[in-house]
C-alpha cells in the first residue's frame, strides 16, 4: 500500500481531502456519510460545484434509544444535535430556494450503512465518512457498503485515521478499517497529519 503522508495542510483541515481531489480529477456527485453540523458536505459541494454542477447527499441515521436520545449521548449533546439536524435541513432547503446556482443538495435521514443500496455501484466520484462509532467492525460495514458506489479512480475519505485513544477506553479501530480497504479495494492512500484526515482512490 503505498501511502502519502502530508505536513503542510490548508485551515480548517477538512478542506484538504476535497480540494486534493479535485486536483487529481474531475468531481460532480457527492456524499457525506455522518451530516454532522453539515460544514463537510456544503464546502466540499460547494468547492466543486465552482468547477462544474454538483449533486450532494447527505445522510444520518439520528438513532435513538428507548430515553428518546441519540444512542451514548448526554441530553444536552441530544438537544444540540437535534438542534443541528432541523438546522442543515433548514439550510439545505433554503439553499434550494434562493441560490438557483448553488450546488444540488439532500438530506436523506436513514442507515447509514444500508441506505448505500439506494445508489448504483460507482456513482459517486466522492464519500466522505463521519461516523461517530471508532469500531473496526462498523467501519468494515460501512466501506462493504459504500465503497462499491464510488466509480473506479475516484475518492473515499474522513478522519480519526490514527487517532489512539487508549488512554480514554477509546480505543479507534478506524484506522485498521481504512488500512484494510485501501489494500484490498484501494490504491494511494493520502494521510493528513493535521487532524488525522485520509483519502484513498479507489481501484
Same mark, same amino acid.
Not at 83 to 93: D, M, R
Given at each position: 500500500?503505498?501511502?502519502? !503522508?502530508?505536513?503542510? =495542510?490548508?485551515?480548517?483541515?477538512?478542506? %484538504? /481531502?476535497?480540494?486534493?481531489?479535485m486536483a487529481l480529477g474531475s468531481i460532480t456527485n457527492i456524499c457525506n456519510i455522518g451530516v454532522g453540523n453539515g460544514?463537510?458536505?456544503f464546502y466540499y459541494s460547494y468547492k466543486a460545484n465552482a468547477?462544474?454542477?454538483?449533486?450532494?447527499?447527505?445522510?444520518?441515521?439520528?438513532?435513538?434509544?428507548?430515553?428518546?436520545?441519540?444512542?451514548n449521548m448526554s441530553l444536552t449533546d441530544q438537544n444540540l444535535v437535534t438542534l443541528t439536524k432541523e438546522l442543515v435541513i433548514a !439550510?439545505?432547503?433554503? =439553499?434550494?430556494?434562493?441560490?438557483?446556482? %448553488? /450546488?444540488t443538495l439532500?438530506?436523506?435521514e436513514g442507515d447509514m450503512v444500508s441506505s448505500a443500496s439506494n445508489y448504483a455501484d460507482g456513482y459517486f466520484d466522492f464519500i466522505y465518512i463521519d461516523h461517530r462509532s471508532r469500531s473496526e467492525a462498523v467501519w468494515d460495514s460501512l466501506f462493504a457498503a459504500w465503497i462499491p458506489k464510488?466509480?473506479?479512480?475516484?475518492?473515499?475519505a474522513g478522519h480519526q485515521y490514527n487517532d489512539n485513544e487508549a488512554a480514554s477506553g477509546r480505543a479507534t479501530g478506524v484506522k485498521a478499517a481504512v488500512d484494510s480497504a485501501v489494500a484490498n479495494q484501494g490504491t494511494t492512500?493520502?494521510?493528513?497529519?493535521?487532524?488525522?484526515?485520509?483519502?484513498?482512490?479507489k481501484a
Amino acid at each position: 500500500m503505498a501511502t502519502t !503522508t502530508i505536513t503542510d =495542510i490548508s485551515w480548517p483541515p477538512f478542506y %484538504a /481531502p476535497m480540494e486534493k481531489a479535485m486536483a487529481l480529477g474531475s468531481i460532480t456527485n457527492i456524499c457525506n456519510i455522518g451530516v454532522g453540523n453539515g460544514q463537510e458536505l456544503f464546502y466540499y459541494s460547494y468547492k466543486a460545484n465552482a468547477v462544474s454542477p454538483v449533486t450532494g447527499v447527505g445522510i444520518d441515521d439520528w438513532v435513538f434509544d428507548a430515553d428518546g436520545r441519540i444512542k451514548n449521548m448526554s441530553l444536552t449533546d441530544q438537544n444540540l444535535v437535534t438542534l443541528t439536524k432541523e438546522l442543515v435541513i433548514a !439550510t439545505v432547503n433554503g =439553499i434550494a430556494l434562493s441560490e438557483p446556482t %448553488a /450546488p444540488t443538495l439532500s438530506i436523506i435521514e436513514g442507515d447509514m450503512v444500508s441506505s448505500a443500496s439506494n445508489y448504483a455501484d460507482g456513482y459517486f466520484d466522492f464519500i466522505y465518512i463521519d461516523h461517530r462509532s471508532r469500531s473496526e467492525a462498523v467501519w468494515d460495514s460501512l466501506f462493504a457498503a459504500w465503497i462499491p458506489k464510488v466509480a473506479s479512480g475516484k475518492f473515499i475519505a474522513g478522519h480519526q485515521y490514527n487517532d489512539n485513544e487508549a488512554a480514554s477506553g477509546r480505543a479507534t479501530g478506524v484506522k485498521a478499517a481504512v488500512d484494510s480497504a485501501v489494500a484490498n479495494q484501494g490504491t494511494t492512500l493520502y494521510h493528513w497529519t493535521l487532524g488525522n484526515f485520509w483519502m484513498f482512490t479507489k481501484a
